[in-house]
């Protein structure tokens, strides 16, 4: 059987996320064979597993960072935003159907069975498992049958660690706080406490390391620096739309409302040069070297939005200019002449697409999930040089495209993926641009094309994630009491 250890926060964002992966991290480093676990993960941000099973992405970075292959064990239940107050929900990769918030917050609990058996998969397998919790551990309207934060620790016996983020105030607050609104036997299962995201000099927070011990009677198992780590992180889209065109090369991600898997576009930011912002105004757009119109969980919604912010006309104006465009899944549909849902699998309707691809999209209710790999065939425009190259992906998404243009990539399977027509690209493959040679030919011509040398040295996306993933474990591993994480983990609640 595995010992359990689990991370809650005090808020969404406080870091439960990159504190867990690092733990996988370091559990791995000491020789234990170690899993992640999230009961139930609210993101857009999804994976497809080998066997075509879709989970959140956290998990996915916190499997890689313990050396593992992710399964959807790790993560059972996935909820989807599919609107202001309703979701998608997935169980163990397959879809349940879409139900409102106030649905799901009653049905819940029969899904514990379904939230046991994954968790008793990893506990059969491993040494370790670092447990994530979401959110608050006392949001007090939502504690009816909770199975993601106290409940999961008490379902798993799981010692729990809690995290305050120090970067955004009130960190006493918001830990002392929290321990004065959990239930006596809930702040039992407490067994220290972790201040996160410290900027400046650590000794400085001695005094606050004494008054948070004395006042919660909890250990402070560590202050954790503002980590600069390369890690992909739920709530990591915050820091990126920060993100200016300061750069020799400016690509812009269009940041739909209902944005998705935007982690495909971290490759980029790797290159010396070249900078990714994510634009949601008409007058932030600007002239950018290449835009990329990302993946939806709302297709249609979000090509109203596209149109109605003026954001369609500006994109195209654009394209007119010779910019090029590249559309990943939704962004791919939204790219074609026509968009139905006649099943209503994504609320129903019809709608015009941008008209820059022959390709019409028509929503089916059975979700394709698949990992494959295939070829670019020939194809023009900016990227002609992209024509040939093996690639590789994954695929989520209702719809079915017929395009009768020029195909962009011939599939392993047999099936042809995405389209282009002069400087317009589309395809549904997630994770496309992740393989060295597709971001570097794309960087390279981006280069070319405004006279500039290609200095950069090409990147292995998979060896790049590998030195971040230590890079993180050496920074919280030195500013956190491993020892006394041990201890917890040996004599558990």
């Given at each position: 059987m595995a010992k359990p250890i689990m991370i809650q926060g005090t808020m969404s964002n406080a870091g439960k996320s990159l504190i867990a992966a690092a733990l996988c991290r370091i559990f791995k480093q000491d020789g234990y064979r170690c899993a992640p676990f999230k009961s139930q993960n609210m993101a857009l941000n999804s994976y497809i597993t080998r066997e075509g099973l879709e989970m959140g992405r956290a998990q996915v970075t916190q499997a890689e960072a313990a050396g593992i292959e992710p399964s959807v064990s790790m993560n059972p239940i996935l909820l989807k935003p599919t609107t202001d107050c309703g979701s998608q929900v997935i169980v163990n990769g397959e879809v349940r159907?879409?139900?409102?918030?106030?649905?799901?917050?009653?049905?819940?609990?029969?899904?514990?069975?379904?939230?046991?058996?994954?968790?008793?998969?990893?506990?059969?397998?491993?040494?370790?498992?670092?447990?994530?919790?979401?959110?608050?551990?006392?949001?007090?309207?939502?504690?009816?049958?909770?199975?993601?934060?106290?409940?999961?620790?008490?379902?798993?016996?799981?010692?729990?660690?809690?995290?305050?983020?120090?970067?955004?105030?009130?960190?006493?607050?918001?830990?002392?706080g929290t321990l004065s609104l959990l239930e006596e036997a809930e702040k039992n299962m407490v067994k220290g406490l972790i201040v996160n995201k410290f900027r400046g000099d650590r000794r400085l927070f001695d005094d606050g390391v004494r008054i948070l011990e004395q006042r919660g009677g909890k250990p402070v198992v560590g202050v954790v620096p503002y980590?600069?780590?390369?890690?992909?992180?739920?709530?990591?889209?915050?820091?990126?739309?920060?993100?200016?065109?300061?750069?020799?090369?400016?690509?812009?991600?269009?940041?739909?409302?209902?944005?998705?898997?935007?982690?495909?576009f971290d490759v980029f930011t790797q290159y010396e040069g070249v900078s990714v912002r994510y634009v949601s105004k008409t007058e932030a757009l600007g002239r950018p070297d290449f835009v990329i119109l990302p993946g939806t969980k709302?297709?249609?919604?979000?090509?109203?939005?596209?149109?109605?912010?003026?954001?369609?006309?500006?994109?195209?104006?654009?394209?007119?200019?010779?910019?090029?465009?590249?559309?990943?899944?939704?962004?791919?549909?939204?790219?074609?002449?026509?968009?139905?849902?006649?099943?209503?699998?994504?609320?129903?309707?019809?709608?015009?697409?941008?008209?820059?691809?022959?390709?019409?999209?028509?929503?089916?209710?059975?979700?394709?999930?698949?990992?494959?790999?295939?070829?670019?065939g020939n194809c023009g425009?900016?990227?002609?040089?992209?024509?040939?190259?093996?690639?590789?992906?994954?695929?989520?998404?209702?719809?079915?495209?017929?395009?009768?243009?020029?195909?962009?990539?011939?599939?392993?399977?047999?099936?042809?993926?995405?389209?282009?027509?002069?400087?317009?690209?589309?395809s549904y493959l997630h994770g496309l641009f992740d393989r060295r040679e597709i971001s570097e030919t794309i960087v390279k011509a981006l280069m070319t094309r405004k006279g500039l040398p290609y200095g950069s040295a090409a990147i292995d996306r998979r060896a790049y994630k590998e030195a971040q993933y230590d890079l993180l474990a050496d920074e919280v591993r030195s500013s956190i009491d491993m020892a006394l994480v041990y201890r917890i983990l040996e004599q558990g609640i």
């Open positions: 159907g879409n139900m409102t918030a106030s649905r799901y917050f009653r049905h819940k609990r029969e899904l514990i069975p379904d939230v046991m058996r994954a968790y008793r998969e990893l506990d059969s397998q491993y040494d370790v498992i670092v447990i994530e919790g979401a959110g608050s551990p006392v949001e007090l309207n939502l504690l009816t049958d909770d199975i993601v934060n106290m409940g999961m620790a008490r379902l798993a016996h799981s010692p729990v660690l809690l995290v305050g983020d120090i970067d955004r105030g009130g960190v006493f607050a918001q830990l002392l980590l600069h780590c390369d890690i992909d992180d739920e709530d990591s889209l915050s820091e990126k739309l920060r993100q200016t065109a300061d750069s020799l090369i400016d690509i812009a991600v269009i940041r739909l409302p209902r944005l998705s898997n935007f982690t495909d709302s297709t249609i919604s979000d090509m109203r939005w596209l149109r109605e912010s003026g954001m369609e006309a500006a994109v195209k104006r654009l394209v007119s200019d010779g910019v090029p465009l590249f559309g990943i899944c939704g962004g791919y549909q939204m790219l074609g002449e026509r968009i139905s849902d006649p099943s209503g699998s994504e609320g129903g309707g019809e709608i015009r697409g941008m008209e820059l691809l022959p390709a019409r999209t028509v929503f089916a209710e059975q979700k394709t999930r698949t990992q494959i790999s295939g070829n670019i425009g900016v990227f002609a040089a992209l024509s040939g190259q093996p690639c590789e992906g994954y695929e989520i998404h209702m719809g079915h495209t017929d395009t009768g243009g020029n195909r962009l990539v011939t599939l392993s399977d047999g099936r042809t993926d995405g389209a282009w027509q002069g400087n317009v690209y589309g």
